[in-house]
């Protein structure tokens, strides 16, 4: 059984800053590409930033320059640091984590997700 567990959502005034955590855990032999989701009120699941088990990072245009994801291999865990939030980033973000079991086979895994609220 494989878990990813989000923390540090929240409700932050427009123009402040958040640092979004996921764990894993579990009976996990690596994990491969981390990254966080998001879904906004009343709209479809989006991407907001992808990272590699190298370090390689991508991100959605909306959240470029605001937004910063990292990793640490060890600990398992992948983080979301946001500045400058914008009222339009308000969505319950969601963790997700490409897994690699100990019998090799491959899992895509899910967190529960978190909410973030901007707002004055």
């Known amino acids: 059984q494989v878990q990813l567990v989000e923390s540090g959502g929240g409700l932050v005034q427009p123009g402040g800053s958040l640092r979004l955590s996921c764990v894993a855990s579990?009976?996990?032999?690596?994990?491969?590409?981390m990254g966080w989701y998001r879904q906004p009120p009343r709209k479809e699941r989006e991407l907001v930033a992808v990272i590699s088990r190298g370090g390689s990072a991508n991100y959605a245009d909306s959240v470029k320059g605001r937004f910063t994801i990292s990793r640490d291999n060890a600990k398992e865990m992948v983080f979301l640091r946001m500045n400058n939030l914008k009222p339009e980033d308000t969505a319950v973000y969601y963790c997700?984590?490409?897994?690699?079991?100990?019998?090799?086979?491959?899992?895509?895994?899910w967190g529960q997700g978190t909410l973030v609220t901007v707002s004055s």
């Open positions: 579990g009976s996990i032999l690596s994990l491969n590409a």
């Open positions: 997700r984590a490409g897994v690699r079991l100990y019998d090799f086979s491959d899992l895509e895994v």
